[in-house]
T-cell receptor, first 115, second 113 residues
């Protein structure tokens, strides 16, 4: 297994367009997380799944943001009607929950630029 | 609310010296702490973790110290190498937010040859 994979690596879009990012976690991991990171800041939690259940989504930044993990494997993050403030790195991470000692394995992220 | 922060945004050390990166947290309920390293163009990478029932844990060239009294965490890197140059983040989890790790803002470590 090569780790967490995110596609695309870079996305440039015009304001008002919809974008969708994909994350393929490490295959045996049951938890999948989405984070957002802006320059000079630490990752900011957005949402997470345990298997196919979305256990917390209150931190999704607005109702324009939505995430799915339909079969408990890969996940998608969609941003509708993008705004310039959505420009950031979107990171996906996965983990195997066995105790509270939970290491996150991150992908390399999708860099979004909204023009 | 909870927050995690680092004392210094940048740290510059000479190759071969030891590095110490500090972090403060605010939530007394935090019971698990993690250090991550992020290189340019990559996602954060796990370095070392520590539970709140411990005050020290050692890995290969890295040591994490936890002082729960003052809510302070540090990462010590021995014999710092150029490959250690990166941004370092501390993160915390607690039983009330078991789903998410809260990250600080990062310290950029630069190793001078």
């Amino acid at each position: 297994d090569t780790g967490v994979s995110q596609n695309p690596r870079h996305k440039i879009t015009k304001r008002g367009q919809n974008v969708t990012f994909r994350c393929d976690p490490i295959s045996e991991h049951n938890r999948l997380y989405w984070y957002r990171q802006t320059l000079g800041q630490g990752p900011e939690f957005l949402t997470y799944f345990q298997n196919e259940a979305q256990l917390e989504k209150s931190r999704l930044l607005s109702d324009r943001f939505s995430a799915e993990r339909p079969k408990g494997s890969f996940s998608t993050l969609e941003i509708q009607r993008t705004e310039q403030g959505d420009s950031a790195m979107y990171l996906c991470a996965s983990s195997l929950l066995s105790s509270t000692n939970e290491k996150l394995f991150f992908g390399s992220g999708t860099q979004l630029s909204v023009l | 609310g909870e927050s995690v922060g680092l004392h210094l945004p940048t740290l510059s050390v000479q190759e071969g010296d030891n590095s110490i990166i500090n972090c403060a947290y605010s939530n007394s309920a935090s019971d698990y702490f993690i250090w991550y390293k992020q290189e340019s163009g990559k996602g954060p990478q796990f370095i070392i973790d520590i539970r709140s029932n411990m005050d020290k844990r050692q890995g290969q060239r890295v040591t994490v110290l936890l002082n729960k009294t003052v809510k302070h965490l540090s990462l010590q890197i021995a014999a710092t190498q150029p490959g250690d140059s990166a941004v370092y983040f501390c993160a915390e989890k607690n039983c009330t937010n078991a789903g998410k790790s809260t990250f600080g803002d990062g310290t950029t470590l630069t190793v001078k040859p």
